[in-house]
């Protein structure tokens, strides 16, 4: 299938928070999301933005019964790794349902790969949930290394009052 | 004891250093760094920076044998969550070992918490690995959340052959 990756503009923001919503969906997490189309149009598309995006589009002809084009993207900030420097974070990478398996979310991935490559990146990182197995065997496929299974690495976090009580506290 | 927390200048970027080989090497993952001192001078010290860094300096009576006064730091960047929205990811935290059990890590973490709050972030995330106990206990008395334990997120990458291929590769 005919499909296109190129840098989102601002234009996309409202496909891009639709996409958004079907992986937060699927990832069960909908509950907790509070970012809307106007935090991402702000954080991604002003002045030193937050993150970059990249959309997968395919041709008119090939658009979903619902009229979309755009069916795929990929959220990615630079980010450091004191072991091997600059680091491209992949935060998303996503293919709507009926255009998986051809080799779209693939390109995705290359793309963030090479843009990260452009800006002096040697390394890509990400996160992924371990009751993905269709994800996990997708990164695998493609030589990626699990930290977490094989050096015990854990992603953690802090928000809500914890992180306005940490911000806040005097010391 | 006191000692000062503030952003870390070209200047640092020795001590940085130092205090990233200390870490790297308690992490017993030394054989896998690559970067250099330079490498921190232009990724976090140039413009369109890589990443932040902030000091902690005690003052010259409390000095290590070896005459240090910079004897901690953290380093971190600004990244997106398409739960949250603005992020800032707590890359390294580190206190020589000396002068731990003294506020000084809490503080250092605050600092990056404060930093990130200004720049609109409601959420700080980072990595621990889960054989350092003494860290992961440090970090759940913050109250923060296991990501890994809790659900099911792994840390994933690829870097060096692997990495160049994806980036290089024709889609």
Chains 1, 2 share one sequence.
């Not at 409202?14 to 999301?33: A, F, G, N, P, W």
């Not at 149009?41 to 995006?53: C, L, R, T, V, Y």
């Not at 491209?88 to 490559?117: C, N």
Request: hydrophobic residues 35%; proline residues 2%; glycine residues 8%.
């Amino acid at each position: 299938m005919d499909f296109a990756i190129r840098a989102a503009t601002l234009e996309d923001c409202k496909d891009i928070m639709r996409m958004m919503s079907e992986l937060t969906e699927y990832e069960k997490i909908t509950d907790q999301v509070t970012i809307t189309q106007k935090d991402i149009e702000q954080d991604g598309f002003s002045q030193n933005p937050f993150f970059h995006a990249i959309i997968a589009e395919v041709p008119e002809q090939h658009k979903t019964k619902d009229g979309h084009t755009k069916i795929g993207y990929s959220v990615y900030s630079f980010t450091y790794s004191t072991w091997k420097g600059r680091d491209v974070y992949m935060v998303d990478l996503y293919v709507m349902p009926e255009f998986r398996g051809k080799g779209i979310g693939k390109a995705l991935m290359s793309k963030v790969a090479q843009l990260g490559q452009a800006a002096g990146c040697t390394n890509l990182s990400f996160t992924v949930v371990n009751w993905n197995k269709t994800a996990l065997d997708f990164y695998r496929k493609q030589g990626c290394v699990d930290l977490t299974s094989d050096l015990g690495y854990h992603c953690m976090s802090c928000n809500g009052d914890v992180f306005q009580r940490m911000a806040n506290r005097d010391c």
